[in-house]
């Protein structure tokens, strides 16, 4: 069992609220990824959650019961930190038995234990080096392998992956999914890596200066991002924002002008909307070559050629730097500073009103697997 | 300019006598300076041997008469003439503490005798008769077991600190049975029936002696006589200014003799104004010395220092007469004996201290301890 | 090779004034000592060639007895300082309040001049008048007066706690950097595997601290090994010369006797010793560096 | 607001550990302190009395204030181990800073042997020197002068100093130095501009260290090597309390503490510099 | 001018030989990018280059003259590391101006040319702060700063955007590539990020243990690999690799079995290929869903879904792990364990002898745009 919930959890650092009132419910056995920009209050929520911190004001409660003045080991928690904080001075193998060790563990379970959790992880033949001696990649196998001999009800994960280099990064992800099917353990997991955050989850937290600006499955918030804050933040790279402002709403949804170009963006309207000034958002990858419901004839300053993609930076008016950037399939024959034509279907727009809420769309179904958008489905 | 002549002293600061003797003699000596320096008593020789070792000698330093055979021999000092007048006007066995090998090496400053002191109070509690002080060791050891036994408060101070006055106090016991450590011909003497007795007598007593005697030095164990804490002690005439000022009621009298004495005796220490060769200046150290501590000047500055006379006279009479608790100091100036001299007086006052601590300490039986001192010291002369 | 070469000049230039300063003052005195020790250097105005007469008379007297001493004496001295200055280090360490107090009350002994340090030792070692005499005669631990002192045994022991004393503030010191050194994240982990606060100072601490405590056990020995203000203020190498050590016997030949010959020969003995400790120590230390390549 | 880390919360009875440990810790670094005080405050006639009383009768200051009669010059002695110590520290700093850079960063044949020679020099006790390293003085001229505490002074305080500096220079990262090389920045330019700054930390605990080193413990070579009392340094100073036939305790004691009182204020003040420098550049991990 | 030239260029540690005689031209203005897996002896080479390390043998001219003797500034390069190497205690105008310093220039000019620096990197607002109170793209530029100041011949970087994060990394990219444009200096840059090799390079050096691999622009290593190290390397996710057999040469290309399916691949033979084993590689971008040319049916183990792609592992016959990968636009209908068929099209085919050279591919050049693949044309 490994059930969590955070009612109202707060946080000041002095008189500063680092988090604002967190309510979060995790169910048993879920892959849960926070994610968010530096300085938003990941690690001490996750800290808090651990013991390691204090709670300021509100309840962490584990299967139900109140842990706040439990210390961590009596939580069932198990923590992965981000520098790995193996002992040095251990062997690989002590070190996965370090937690063993202090519960005083009959020598021969111990034995069996670590090597059990070392041959998951693929650490059999490592067990009597020392840390310093180990890969980057190694070295984490053996920081979870910690984790796991203790058989928590719930990991924690504080960045796991960012020491590690893009390749190892990679296989790691593959890695860390699989155990998780294999131990149906709940797991929280920090990052800023979203593609981590995307391809692990079952479902995504965004925290954004100390609360929760979305909660939900992965490609929900691809495709269905609650406010700007989030859209901007999910996808590589960033979603292109433009300044549109609102003629009317139709059956098919809100009606906006561009420069003069007039689209129907298929969203869920509110009332009172004609005539403000919105903000319509694509995706760089969503940006076709030629025209489309919008066109755009832009002047690329930068083309990225990645093989699989060209990525395409221009600057569209207003605003400093290059703010278009489209994602293109293959390798595309276009030039920096030739004009080009790009095109946006209007089924691919987002639309936020003037506080950044997103007004909901009505995504076409064909293109995504509802199933997938619903674990619980599943 | 004028011809510096260096003077090493030693203590915290100049006596105001000396000072006032150095102007006199500057003023009557023009051309001449005296570059006075004082050094703490720790580590007044050491600083002067240095200095002398390293080639740049003073021309003038106070040290221990003990030092002077080792200097001398290693041709450091200048021997001093003393005329027969001058020679006869000190009292006996004090120039034998400046004399070896037939020349005088140093002028003495300072002299030092010893006497037995008791604690009047302690007598009576303990039943004995507090204005009779022991006469004999017999007796010294029968009161300082009384005492202990009766008051539960040691009867006598033993000294045997590993420090210098340690080979000193054993010496009070040689010196009053008759003994000697080396004879004028420089055979070794140590190991006499005289300074068995002696050593024995030590071993005796140290039962009633205050705990742990070998942690206590002179000054020590003084202080723990004028706490009332010791029967007995033997010290120099400074233990009288110190008395005065505590409430006990106290005497002093000779140091009680051994089966073998022949007389009174005690040890007389005296320390010397050394002249140091290769200066330029000699001469007119040496008279500068001996102005310093001519008939005239001695005296005062021997009773601003509480020290024995080093020469009799109207002025001392006066002074046992005024003062009766000097009559046991002087006294026993005429049997006493010298601190031996021995070319490494470190080497003997170690063997020593280490023959004392054996036996106080228990390690070692006095004969063997007295063999096996005799024998080191064969190394030392 | 000329960009190397102008490096290494570099480096010899920076070098140059501290090695010719320590060349002028202490090794051109080194070098003298050692020639000294071959000769009958006294307060004799000549001196003579001796050969190695010194270093036999050194081994044919009782001169192996005090190696021995030397060693234990040394031994003990900087284990104690170790352990105590861990355990000081430790407490200093924990996050109560009034630590930084506690931490400046912790260097006194090493600002006072060693001298004075040991005096107020010997007061407390005092066996009539003392203060540890006396509170366990007041507390009727004891019936009388014990001189501390007064025989070997404790002498022996009460000259190390002083030793233990001078040496300690800058051990904790040294400790208390070493300990702030371990990564904080060490200690979460293994406070979330619920390992206790004892358990983990055990675990982690103490085998984190031990290059350091090499480090600082070897300087401390050279210091213990040479270590003379104490043992000759408190008891001059006695009773009994059971406090003797290599120090206290050279500095008796060479100054109290004026044998600078054979005072000479002791000393470099002394140095000799010291050096095949730390060459053992640096031995040691390039293993443990080896092991565990971080 | 701000309380100390969930892992650094003390259940009561730790904390009475540890407060338990401290005193015991301090009980015996200080106990020789309180013993000295008591001696201070004691008049000399009942220094030596019995049975042991830990509170003295008749305690007063009055030696705190009969000690500068005592020793008319002691201000002075104060004032030249300030002196002497200032100019110490400067000059160990002057030759070991570059020294530990020198061996810090840069490898060349006969680098370790050197380093271990300077380490050498602290296995041959002062003492035994000083014959020789009195005939040096004299060579020299600096006989009985500030010179003659101050020259033997450096020599020995500068091997633990480069042992400590250098640890903490190797910390400093070697980037540091290329890039300022690849700017055209000549050797001497680098250290004066780039490395000297950031060492800060780790030359203010040396200066410390070594001050303190010279402060205090510059004993043999004062008595030695200078005769003037003017030039005295705070140990001869202390020294002079022993009478020429007494040791006047209570003022030596009550001298004592004055003496290393300014030490000790320095320390006090400086103690954040000396634990962070420590921490940085603490002895080889 | 920058113009560099290796000739034979060795370095040994010891014995062990770090470079292997390494032969390389740099065109003045250039951008080459050095990449290679860890320890391959990229940042020798630079240092090398710099002046930092020692040469062994052989020769490193710029602009013709020899300078493996002189010092580095000397040799008019600049040089910015991957900690990026800023002095601590100086503002960003200290530290960007240390270089002019050191040659003494009058503060007047100093101060223009390092305003006129800062302004280009965006650092004007900065200029009195210290590094410490910077991000780390802020650092990053800072450190640039102290290199364009001093107006080399050649910059040269090590590694220096590994330190930041993907969105930071992302921007710096953009701005170096801009920065090259303007100055028009010989830039040499090392990574290991695939993406940045590929972004910014006009030429990329494959370095493998201490051997050039291959040197190329972007979309030749991409399209054009010239051995299977350099397939594997370049790519991500990684190039597939299937053992197949060679079943003779025909007019079209080489034509080879695997498993039963016969498949034509479009490369120019050499000679006595028939029978012998060769290895087949495909990029997982280049796998369809659906038959293509050759059809494989494969049980994926791990999904991750990007939202812009679906990136699907399988295991194939033989080796340990997931050893086939394909990356498939948007949102894919496959679920984890379900089998699914993917199809390869014999165009997108390499083909590797048994020693991993490459034969080489007939590109279909429909799909490139020639003129970017040879950077002297365009
Ligand atoms: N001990 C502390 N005292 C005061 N403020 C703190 C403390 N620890 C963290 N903070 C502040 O709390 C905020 C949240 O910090 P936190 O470490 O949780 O961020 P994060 O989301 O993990 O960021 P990152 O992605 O950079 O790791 C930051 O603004 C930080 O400055
Ligand atoms: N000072 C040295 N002594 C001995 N070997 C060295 C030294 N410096 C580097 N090497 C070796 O040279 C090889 C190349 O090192 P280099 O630092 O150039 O690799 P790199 O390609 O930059 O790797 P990375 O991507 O990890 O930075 C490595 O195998 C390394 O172990
Ligand atoms: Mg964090
Ligand atoms: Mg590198």
Redesign the interface.
Known sequence: MGQLNLNTVQKFYGTFEVLKGIELEVKNGEFVVFVGPSGCGKSTLLRMIAGLDETSSGDILIDGKRVNDLPPVKRGIAMVFQSYALYPHMTVFENIAFPLRVEKMPEEKLKAKVEHAARILHLDQRLQQKPGMLSGGQRQRVAIGRAIVREPKIFLFDEPLSNLDAALRADMRIELAKLHRQLQATMIYVTHDQVEAMTMADRIVVLNAGEIAQTGAPLELYHKPANIFVAGFIGNPKMNFLAVTCKGVVDAGVEVDYKGQTVVVPVRPHAGLVGRTLTLGVRPEHILLGAGDLSLTVTPTVIERLGAHTVAYAAIGGGEGENYCAMLPGTVAIRPEEQVLTGIRAADCHLFDEAGIALERRVELTDIDMGLLDPAAA | ADQEISFIACGDKMQPAHADFIKKWEEANPGYKIASEVVGWAQCQDKVTTLAAAGTPVALAYVGSRTLKEFADNELIVPITFSDAEKAAYYPYIMDTVTTSGKQWGIPVAFSTKALYWNKELFKQAGLDPEKPPTTWAEELEYAKTIKEKTGIPGFGVVAKTFDNTMHQFLHWVYTNDGSVIDGDGKITLDSKQNLEALTALKDIVPYAEEGPTSYEQNEVRAIFLDGKLGMIQASVGAVNRLKETKIDWGVAALPLGPSAKGPGTLLITDSLAVFSGTGVEEKAIEFAKFLTDPENQPIYEAQEGLTPLRPGKAVDDMVAANPYWKPFIDGISNGGPEPLFLDYKGLQNTMIEMVQAVVTGKAEPADALKKAAADLEQFK | ????RS??I??????L???L??T???????V??FI?SFTDA????TTNWVGWANYDKIFNGTFAEVIVRTFVWTFFSVSIKMI?GV??A???N???PGR?L????????????????I???G?????????I???L??WGIVD?????????ST?FWATIITDV?IG??LVT??M???M??I?Q???????????G?F?RFR??TL??L???MI??SM?SL??T??S?DIIWIL???????ETTTM?ID???T???????GE??AR?VL??IF??IF?LAY?RVTSRLAQ???? | MSQPAMINRYRWYELIAIYAGIFVFLAFILSPFVEGFLVSLKPLGLLFSSPYKFWPENGSFDAYRTMWVSVPGFARYIFNSFFISTIVTAVVLVLVVPSAYAFARFKFRGSGPLLAAFLAVNMFSGAVLLIPLFRLMRTLGVLNTYFAMIVPGVAFLIPSAIWLLRTYMMRIPRELDEAAFVDGASHFYTLRRVILPIAMPGITVVAITTFIGSYAQQFIFALTFNSKTEYMPLPIGLYAYFGRQEVIWNELMAASFVGIAPAVILIFLMQRYLVAGLTAGAVKQ
Chains 1, 5 share one sequence.
């Open positions: 090779m000329s960009v190397q490096t290494v570099f480096a010899w230039i920076l070098l004034p501290a090695v300063y320590v002028v003052i202490v090794a051109y005195p080194l003298d000592t000294l006294s307060l004799k105005k105590v355990f000081g430790t407490m200093l924990a996050a109560v930084a506690f931490r400046v009350l912790t260097m006194p002994p090493w600002i006072v001049p060693m001298a004075i340090g005096f107020m030792w007061w407390m070692y005092n066996g009539q008048f003392g203060m005499s006396g509170m005669q007041n009388g007066p014990v001189a501390f002192l007064a025989r070997g002498a004393w300690v503030p010191l040294y208390l950097a070493a702030q050194a990564p994240d060490l200690y979460e982990a293994a406070w979330t595997d619920g390992a606060r358990y675990r982690i085998p984190l031990i290059p350091s480090t600082m300087l050279i210091a090994f040479n003379f008891t001059q190498g006695g009773p009994n010369g120090i050279t500095y008796r060479a100054i109290g006797s004026k044998k600078y005072g000479a000393a002394i140095c010291l050096s730390c640096f092991g565990d390549s971080r």
